[in-house]
C-alpha cells in the first residue's frame, strides 16, 4: 500500500521560497504510469493543483503558478520535492501530496499524503 508524507517548514516568510519534500513509500516514483502531484488548499477555499511530475521524470504546472513553481525528485530516496519562489501571505494553505493515474479529475487521485500547513507571515 503506497503511504506520502509531506515535510517541511511550517512558516515562510514573505518573498522566500517554499520548499517541500513528499517521501514515498510502498511505491516507487519511477513505476509506470503513476503520476506524482503537489495540490493545495487555502483557508476556506477548495483544493487547488499545482503541478505534476511523472514517472518519467517530465514535469506539467498550472498556468497560474507556472512562473514561480518547480518540481524535482530524488530517485535514489523516493521523494519529490516542491519549490515555489516569492512567496506571499496568498500562499498560507495546508499542501498535500498524491499520486494519481493520469486523470484530470480528483477521484483520479487516489493516494494522499495528511497535508501540511504552511503559513507565510514576517
Known amino acids: 500500500q503506497v503511504q506520502l508524507q509531506e515535510s517541511g517548514p511550517g512558516l515562510v516568510k514573505p518573498s522566500q521560497t517554499l520548499s517541500l519534500t513528499c517521501t514515498v513509500s510502498?511505491?516507487?516514483?519511477?513505476?509506470?504510469?503513476?503520476?506524482w502531484s503537489w495540490i493545495r488548499q487555502p483557508p476556506g477555499k477548495g483544493l487547488e493543483w499545482m503541478g505534476v511530475m511523472s514517472y518519467s521524470g517530465s514535469t506539467h504546472y498550472s498556468p497560474s503558478l507556472k512562473s514561480r513553481t518547480s518540481i524535482s525528485r530524488d530517485t535514489s530516496k523516493n521523494q519529490f520535492t516542491l519549490q515555489l519562489s516569492s512567496v506571499t501571505p496568498e500562499d498560507t494553505a495546508v499542501y498535500y501530496c498524491?499520486?494519481?493515474?493520469?486523470?484530470?479529475?480528483?477521484?483520479?487521485?487516489?493516494?494522499w499524503g495528511q497535508g501540511t500547513q504552511v503559513t507565510v507571515s514576517s
Open positions: 510502498g511505491e516507487s516514483i519511477t513505476t509506470n504510469y503513476y503520476y
Open positions: 498524491a499520486r494519481s493515474n493520469g486523470g484530470s479529475t480528483w477521484a483520479d487521485f487516489g493516494s
